[in-house]
C-alpha cells in the first residue's frame, strides 16, 4: 500500500503561483496513475489533473487548462502540482492520490490518498 505525503501549498494573492509536492512511500509510483483532487467548502470533491505512470498522457479539468501542470519524477518517487495565475476560486484543499490501472483519468477513482494541503487565494 502506498502512503502519500503533501507538501507546499498555503495562502497567495490572485495571479500569483504556487506548487504542491507529493511524496510516496512503501510502493514505486512509476506504474501508477496520480493525480491531484481538491475540495471546497460546501463543494463536493473534484478532480483537477492527473497523469499516466510513464507521464505520456496527462487530464486537467476544464477549469485549470493552462494555468496548472502536473508532473512526475517517478525517480523520487513524487509527482507535482504547478499552479500559476492561481484565482480566488482555486481555494480549496487539495489532495494527491494514486491508482493502479491503465486507465487515469480524473473521473477514475482513486484509492490511495494524501493527507491534503490548504490553498488559499485572496482577491
Known amino acids: 500500500q502506498v502512503q502519500l505525503v503533501q507538501s507546499g501549498g498555503g495562502s497567495v494573492q490572485a495571479g500569483g503561483s504556487l506548487r504542491l509536492a507529493c511524496a510516496a512511500s512503501?510502493?514505486?509510483?512509476?506504474?501508477?496513475?496520480m493525480g491531484w483532487f481538491r475540495q471546497a467548502p460546501g463543494k463536493e470533491r473534484e478532480g483537477v489533473a492527473s497523469?499516466?505512470?510513464?507521464?505520456?498522457?496527462?487530464y486537467y479539468a476544464d477549469s485549470v487548462k493552462g494555468r496548472f501542470t502536473i508532473s512526475r519524477d517517478n525517480a523520487k518517487n513524487t509527482v507535482y502540482l504547478q499552479m500559476n495565475s492561481l484565482e480566488p476560486e482555486d481555494t480549496a484543499m487539495y489532495y494527491c492520490?494514486?491508482?493502479?490501472?491503465?486507465?487515469?483519468?480524473?473521473?477514475?477513482?482513486?484509492?490511495?490518498w494524501g493527507q491534503g494541503t490548504q490553498v488559499t487565494v485572496s482577491s
Open positions: 492520490a494514486a491508482r493502479s490501472g491503465l486507465y487515469c483519468s480524473i473521473t477514475r477513482a482513486y484509492n490511495a
Open positions: 512503501g510502493n514505486t509510483i512509476s506504474n501508477m496513475c
Open positions: 497523469m499516466s505512470p510513464g507521464g505520456g498522457s496527462t
